[in-house]
Each structure stands twice: as C-alpha cells, then as structure tokens.
Nanobody, 120 residues
C-alpha cells in the first residue's frame, strides 16, 4: 500500500483546510486508517482514525474541529477553526498491528506527509 497526502498549506487562524490521502491497492479499504501530526521538536501524535469496523476516534483535544472520513481509496481530514498550535506536518497511515490504534508505531504504512501552517 502506498499513501500520498495532499491539501496542506498556509492558512490564517480560524480558517479551514481539507487534507486528502490517496491510497493504492484495494487492501486499503479494509484497513484501519488515520491521521497523525508532528510539530517541530515534538513526537508524532494521533489526530484521528477510522477502524475497519467504521468506528471513528479522535484525539479529545481536536474533537469538534476536525472530521475524518473515508471514501473508497481516499482518506480525508477536514480541519476547521484552525489554530497556530495545529501547525505541523500531517501524515496519513494505515493498517494497525497489535491493536494500539492511537500509537504511531502500530501503523504499517505511511505517506510522506503534508505541511500545515496556521498563522496568527
């Protein structure tokens, strides 16, 4: 499975962005898939994921502003009311091994990331 994220950019605080992650291969549709982000000097952190069951989970601090969705081989992240602290490289990931859905180390496949910068 190959993943390619897009849609990042520079936006003012309060603005919105929609990230997309296109995946190759039909297997992606049966995988848990999610978004992580990494700010400079910080660890990669969970944003949201969709399990193979269809259940959706968010980091508690982002709930209400971010919305994850999936359609066929594309994963989306709608980000609203963006804040400067949302500035990071955003990565899409797929296939959880071991059941630790909120940990980056559990995901087998990663895309190269897309930069999101929110100015104040």
């Amino acid at each position: 499975v190959q993943l390619q994220a897009s849609g990042g950019g520079l936006v003012q605080a309060g603005g919105s962005l929609r990230l997309s992650c296109r995946a190759s291969g039909h297997a992606f549709r049966s995988y848990t898939a999610g978004w992580f982000r990494q700010a400079p000097g910080k660890e990669r952190e969970h944003v949201a994921h969709i399990r193979s069951s269809g259940d959706i989970y968010y980091d508690d601090s982002l709930k209400g502003r971010f919305t994850i969705s999936r359609e066929k081989n594309t994963l989306y992240l709608q980000m609203n009311s963006l804040k400067p602290e949302d500035t990071a490289v955003y990565f899409c990931a797929a296939q959880v091994v071991g059941g630790q859905y909120f940990r980056a180390i559990s995901y087998s496949y990663w895309g190269p990331g897309t930069q999101v910068t929110v100015s104040s």
